[in-house]
């Protein structure tokens, strides 16, 4: 058992008591925790760094709020939502939006991902060059399909913007193209309530809740997009809450 500081907050990781499927181990190495496996089937170990590699990258040469989820998720000159990241992952997206000056809460149901998140956020904090953004990180593992209104309110932060990107249910071999999906696919599942999630998220978001799709898949079944954002690979479904359309929208 550790204990790790986490934007502020101390996240208790009980490593040893976290179940895993046969072939997949949470180990301890020089980078910091892994999530090992056969490489053949998963490829290298996955972990959290938000110093170095591609967050590193990102948050020196990455185009600042021109970015797509930032603009998709409302900052602009002199605007800056505090988020829920209902679906983190590993953190990328939560962290670009952290980098760029907002506060966000990341919610993890997969123990495991939790563990590498408070692992590389734990890092980042002790790091000169993305302290102050780890500082606007708060990790809450829980399962947002089923509380995430209780979440929210346990974390204390308005929920302007709620972030969601679930897993998009592939049925043919291209889904196996990325090997380390092979290894949230094997820990979560395909994301069949996300329907619910985007339920729940739009029963707490206060200003907008942007679902990240890729670029050519259906909406999430339920209530209309009010706009879309779309890059080359991937495209931002964003709902606007119902207090702030337009008036004409509303009438519809």
Do not use: N, W
Not at 13 to 39: K, M, N
Not at 96 to 105: R, T
Not at 202 to 208: E, F, G, I, M, Y
């Amino acid at each position: 058992m550790s204990a790790d500081r986490v934007g502020g907050e101390s996240v208790v990781l009980e490593i040893d008591d976290i179940a895993l499927p046969a072939g997949l181990t949470l180990e301890r190495r020089a980078q910091g925790l892994v999530l090992a496996g056969d490489e053949t089937r998963y490829g290298k170990p996955l972990y959290v760094d938000f110093v170095g590699g591609k967050a590193g990258h990102r948050r020196r040469f990455g185009g600042g709020r021109g970015q797509l989820i930032a603009r998709a998720c409302g900052l602009g000159k002199g605007v800056t939502p505090s988020v829920i990241d209902a679906t983190a992952g590993l953190g990328r997206d939560a962290f670009v939006l952290a980098s760029l000056g907002a506060s966000v809460v990341l919610l993890e149901r997969v123990p495991a991902i939790a563990a590498l998140l408070a692992d590389g956020l734990a890092r980042a904090v002790g790091h000169a060059d993305t302290a102050g953004i780890a500082a606007r990180m708060r990790l809450m593992p829980g399962d947002a399909t089923v509380e995430l209104a209780a979440l929210v309110a346990a974390a204390g932060q308005a929920a302007e913007v709620v972030h969601l990107d679930p897993m998009f249910p592939h049925r043919d071999k291209s889904a196996l193209v990325k090997k380390d999906m092979r290894v949230f696919r094997e820990l979560a599942g395909d994301d069949a309530d996300a329907p619910r999630l985007l339920e729940a998220a739009l029963d707490v978001a206060t200003h907008r809740v942007v679902v990240k799709r890729p670029r050519k898949a259906p909406p999430i079944a339920g209530p209309a997009v009010s706009h879309t954002l779309e890059g080359k690979t991937s495209r931002y479904d964003i709902y606007v809450h119902r207090s702030l359309r337009p008036r004409r929208a509303r009438e519809a």
